[in-house]
């Protein structure tokens, strides 16, 4: 039986979201529905102001993280370039499970790693992104799933699991699941509209952390998957609070395979975040058919302050648990 994501009622904020400045990049306000851009796919990224990361080898052809500033320097994209010939010639379940000493041996080399996570064989790369001052984001976690995972009938299908991860690689590297957290979630830290996995011992997964979903999306709901956003959290000081630690579009290759133009997203946004950055607020999937390639970014970032005690956090916790929000 798949669990049922619900949402929590009381999780939903009156007060405003502390955050700093304006949407002024796009013109548009930040809502839960799709974007207008006034971008073009002809030329992206730009040039000039875009640093290229280390490509890896996927499919039949490559994926190559990016960064992009403008010209004052601030943060315009995070994205991850990947050739359409990448959609091609992706290892089977059976060939990752089977494969030899010399092949799939490291996640942070070109090929990827073999590795189960969430139940499923997944390709899994750990590449850096080029810096660029004032984000968290520090790396990109790309997972090629062939069958992909959990919840059945809901995810199991062939699809990318990008994660633009906010912590260093080796406290990413060490987390294992599946697993129970051992930490609270405050719930400003929770965007709105999203949930945790009702199956509190699959709520950490390997490689990741613990993931966040909004309970409507289509393929919960009888519908069809194509491109959900999730929310990760994990503590990363131990200290038992968690906070958020990335966000990851999962994307079926079916979806990009038959993708066109741009399809531009608003990420939904806690109260606040545990730490005062500039954080994206839109995820966005481009065809780039000039360069017969995808890119999948996060975007218009924005300045928000830091966390700050809430006592409606006091009243959230998990029945029988000695952390956690109830559910």
Known sequence: ?????????????????????????????????????????????????????????????????????????????????????????????????????????????????????????????????????????????????????????????PHFDVHFHMLPTETVDAIIGPAAPTYDLPARYIPEGYARNPVVDERVITDMGEHLVDPTVPEMNGGTFTNTLIWGAGDPDGDGTAELTFVEPMLTRAYLREHSGADRRAIAQPETYARAGRYPTAYAVRDLPDRDAIAITIENFEQFEGGEFSVDDLTRREPNSRRGRAF
């Open 1 to 157: 039986m798949t669990p049922k994501y619900t949402r929590d009622g009381g999780r939903f904020h009156t007060g405003r979201r502390r955050f700093i400045g304006t949407v002024a990049a796009t013109g548009a306000s930040i809502g839960l529905g799709g974007l207008t851009t006034a971008d073009t796919n002809e030329g992206f990224p730009p040039t000039g102001s875009t640093e290229w990361g280390r490509s890896v080898s996927l499919g039949n052809g490559e994926a190559t993280p990016f960064t992009t500033v403008t010209p004052s320097g601030i943060p315009k994209y995070y994205g991850l370039f990947i050739e359409r010939a990448a959609l091609e010639g992706l290892p089977s379940a059976d060939a990752l499970a089977t494969a030899s000493e010399d092949e799939y041996t490291d996640k942070y080399g070109a090929n990827g790693e073999s590795t189960i996570i969430h139940h499923k064989w997944s390709q899994e790369f750990f590449v850096p992104f080029p810096e660029t001052d004032a984000t968290p984001v520090t790396f990109l976690g790309l997972n090629w799933n062939p069958d992909g995972h959990p919840p059945d009938g809901v995810w199991t299908v």
